[in-house]
């Protein structure tokens, strides 16, 4: 007998599932082993929702969600280090670290040096010009412009985001999945348990907050 048989038949594996121990076969995988994610299991779970709460109830609760989410949106587009990646619907908000919140860095013949607004750090170069006391270091008229790469490509900033969100998971403070959309990566918060309240909404996005002004200082 196959003993992978029952896991390739109920695997599923969409991207805001993946994660870092299930990758690394540091965990076993529960949910490749039972019915829990499969159409008719998930209809059942449904079915027990609406026999529990009721029409009415149920509707309060996904109100008070959705009202919960923009309320998040709207914290995380009044933070200019954050973006919203897609528009949010119901309950989930989508949104990552932006990139103009990254410092670049800049690489010149083999040199890294960090690249803030047009300066390189007060080694003499601003927009293309030398610092006015004789010190361009090469950089005059942009005759250099060539050997500079800026490194805040897509990848650096999914990476930057990535990290982000294994801190805050690893902290066992706040949970949130992943997904990847149009090969951008972005962060999911949604608001699903009956318990959360407006004031759990706040908190977590302080946390968030306090993990991103550690990586993205460590950047």
Known sequence: ?????????????????????????????YKDWQ???????????????????????????LRSHVEMAKHFEKLVTM??????????????VCFRVSPSAIKPKVYNNGNCNQYRNGYQNGNGYQNGH?????????????SHEKQLLLTNDNETVNDLNSRLLESINASGRLFM???????????????????????????????IQQYADVVLSAS
């Open 1 to 29: 007998m196959d003993p992978t048989a029952l896991i390739k038949a109920l695997s599923t594996n969409p991207e805001y599932l993946k994660n870092a121990a299930t990758n690394s076969k540091r965990v076993v995988d």
């Open 79 to 92: 933070d200019k280090r954050f973006e919203v990646i897609v528009p949010r619907n119901f309950a989930t």
């Open 130 to 142: 030398g610092n006015g006391n004789g010190n361009s270091n090469g950089y005059q008229n942009g």
């Open 177 to 207: 999945t992943h997904a990847v959309v149009g090969g951008t990566y972005t962060m999911r918060f949604a608001v699903g348990a009956s318990l959360t309240e407006e004031r759990h909404v706040d908190t977590a996005w302080k946390f």
């Open 35 to 61: 019915i829990a994610l499969s159409r008719r299991f998930r209809a059942m779970k449904l079915w027990f929702v609406l026999r529990s709460y009721g029409i009415s109830k149920l509707r309060s609760f």
